[in-house]
């Protein structure tokens, strides 16, 4: 199952709990998308703490991003001087299937530290890619959301499922895992963030608001709009994603 964002104004608030922090810190989110287009201004965000549409006070991102008709990433976090952007092309827009995308991030100021994955493969970054310059901002007063800015300026549009953020970056293969298994690493300690990295997993399977968080952290996500929808592909937790597509 999945929530359906109305690429409009629905957004999930998971409030601001420490955990879900950002700044010189190594991350990682992953979520399954299917979208219908790029989004709100064509920018439509996944996952991120921004209070408007605005990259400063702190903010960070993970959201969609077109060039040259061509549909793919983005992150991007608030320096004091210049902002970190990293962006990579792929067809992740209008193929009326789920794709789990991630992004990784090493906590530095080189676009280097970003990397992008979709369907368990890294994709190459192209476009716009710009270096931080100064000290990374602090996130502690703004608002964890899904699908959106707090505002409600840059919904995403499309369907997302199984978001989780880690407070450490995953290889290649435990992003496989979770891609195919999305509760692999929310297991055992799961509140312990010092253990496995889990700071926040919401599955978004529809039946209740605020949604839950798996990871034992309660930061639990209040919903507004983002309708249930039937669309996504486990089968007994397990996603079918073709050997092609995770280049095996």
């Known amino acids: 199952m999945s929530r359906d964002f109305d690429g409009v104004d629905d957004v999930i608030n998971c409030g601001s709990g420490g955990a879900l922090d950002a ?103 192209k476009g716009v890619q710009t270096q931080a310059v100064g000290t990374a901002i602090g996130d502690s007063s703004l608002t964890f959301c899904i699908g959106n800015t707090l505002d409600g300026t840059r919904t995403f549009d499309g369907r997302i499922a199984h978001v989780q953020f880690y407070r450490r970056v995953l290889d290649i293969n435990e992003i496989r895992a979770v891609m195919l298994h999305p509760a692999m690493l929310a297991t055992g300690s799961i509140a312990t963030v010092g253990t496995n990295g889990l700071a926040g997993y919401w599955p978004l399977g529809g039946f209740s608001s605020p949604e839950p968080d798996l990871s034992g952290n309660q930061f639990r996500g209040v919903v507004t709009g983002a309708v249930y929808h039937v669309q996504e592909a ?10 092609p597509q995770m280049g095996y």
Not at 103 to 114: F, S
Not at 234 to 243: D, K
């Open 234 to 243: 486990p089968v007994n937790e397990t996603f079918v994603v073709s050997a």
């Open 23 to 125: 700044i010189n810190q190594q991350l990682t989110v992953c979520a399954w998308i299917s979208p219908d287009t790029l989004g709100e201004g064509g920018l439509g965000r996944i996952v991120g703490k921004m209070a408007t549409s605005t990259m400063n006070s702190g903010a960070w991102a993970f959201f969609m991003i077109g060039t040259s008709g061509e549909g793919g990433l983005r992150f991007q976090k608030n320096f004091t001087t210049t902002n970190l952007t990293a962006s990579a092309m792929s067809t992740v827009t209008t193929s009326g299937s789920m794709k789990h995308v991630a992004v990784t991030w090493l906590g530095t100021v080189q676009t280097g530290g970003v990397v992008f994955y979709v369907n368990g493969v890294v994709v190459a970054k």
